[in-house]
């Protein structure tokens, strides 16, 4: 996948229908989810961890740009 660096960024473009910002727009908004989910460390300590590590992985370039 693109968030685990396997794949490049216009790989994953090529693969879906959607143009650049409205992928880009998608990934934004899961990180904003994920962020909430990250702040949950007191009552799901694991889903938390998990949380933020996959907002590691997607705030990258070129969403990051």
Known sequence: TWAD???EW????????????DVVRLILRTSDLLGQLSGL???HP???????AA???IRRPP???
């Open 5 to 7: 660096g396997e794949h």
């Open 10 to 21: 216009d790989e994953l473009l090529e693969k879906t229908e959607a143009v650049e910002g």
């Open 41 to 43: 460390s007191d009552s």
């Open 46 to 52: 694991e889903l938390a961890i998990r949380a933020r």
């Open 55 to 57: 907002i590691r992985l």
């Open 63 to 65: 969403v990051e740009d």
